[in-house]
Each structure stands twice: as structure tokens, then as C-alpha cells.
């Protein structure tokens, strides 16, 4: 291995990963969300945020849309 190397020859290129890159975000999930994916983290040695990621992930690949009816309106 050199000391040294010449890296001015190199030639720049953009980062064929940006368009995967992750946007940090704050989000209020409640205890027994969390807990369950913390769980499921323990059981598949995945990190639950990654398992949150990739849940959320399925459901846009799904196109899955969330079904909401409130009470008195229809």
C-alpha cells in the first residue's frame, strides 16, 4: 500500500445511491406501536425503525389506502 496516492486524475461522478437515501423525520407513534415493532426487531434482529421503513414501503408499493369512518358522518 502507498504512502500517498494521486487523486487529482480523478474524475467527480454523482452518487448513484442519492435517490435511495432516507429522510430523517420526527414522527408520535403510540406505546403499543413501538413496542410491537420493537418486539418484532428482537424476534428478526432487523432495528424496528427499519422494519417500520420497509412495512411502510409494502403498504405504497400496495397502494394501500387507509380506510377511515367516522362516527355521525357518512
Known amino acids: 500500500m502507498k504512502a ?7 474524475k467527480s461522478r ?10 430523517p423525520v ?3 407513534l ?5 413496542a410491537y415493532f420493537k418486539q418484532m426487531a428482537t424476534d428478526t434482529g432487523l432495528p424496528y425503525q427499519n422494519l417500520i421503513n420497509l412495512y411502510l414501503r409494502d403498504c405504497v408499493a400496495q ?3 387507509l380506510q377511515i369512518q367516522w362516527p355521525g358522518k357518512t
Do not use: G, H, I, W
Not at 454523482?14 to 429522510?23: E, I
Open 14 to 23: 454523482r452518487n448513484p445511491y442519492a435517490s435511495r437515501l432516507k429522510t
Open 63 to 65: 397502494q394501500r389506502k
Open 4 to 10: 500517498q496516492y494521486d487523486l487529482s486524475r480523478l
Open 26 to 28: 420526527t414522527m408520535r
Open 30 to 34: 403510540s406505546e403499543d406501536v413501538v
